[in-house]
Nanobody
């Protein structure tokens, strides 16, 4: 299983970006999907999470500015980021809980490699 993120880049404060993360490989079903971020010298923090029933939760710092969504047919999760601030600068990592086959008894956690988001004027 691979998770591949895209959509990061350099944006000015107040700008917007849309991140995508596509899962591929041996996938029977995907449970929760999420975005985390990690700034240099800091711990990895949850940004947003979405369940199979589209229930979502967000870090307080991004509520009202970021929106997480998923397309189950494409095994893809998105993060729409608006009103970006310099403190949003970080590597953003995709996370997914995946059941690999119809007979699997376990759910496995996978991470993407990350995509850099830099908010600067």
């Amino acid at each position: 299983v691979q998770l591949v993120e895209s959509g990061g880049g350099l944006v000015q404060p107040g700008g917007s970006l849309r991140l995508s993360c596509a899962a591929s490989g041996s996938i029977y079903s995907i449970k929760a999907m999420a975005w985390y971020r990690q700034a240099p010298g800091k711990q990895r923090d949850l940004v947003a999470r979405i369940t199979t029933s589209d229930s979502t939760n967000y870090a307080d710092s991004v509520k009202g500015r970021f929106t997480i969504s998923r397309d189950n047919a494409k095994n893809t999760v998105y993060l729409e980021m608006n009103s970006l601030k310099p403190e949003d600068t970080a590597v953003y990592l995709c996370y997914a809980e995946i059941v690999p086959t119809s007979t699997s008894q376990s759910v496995y956690a996978y991470w993407g490699q990350g995509t850099q988001v830099t908010v600067s004027s």
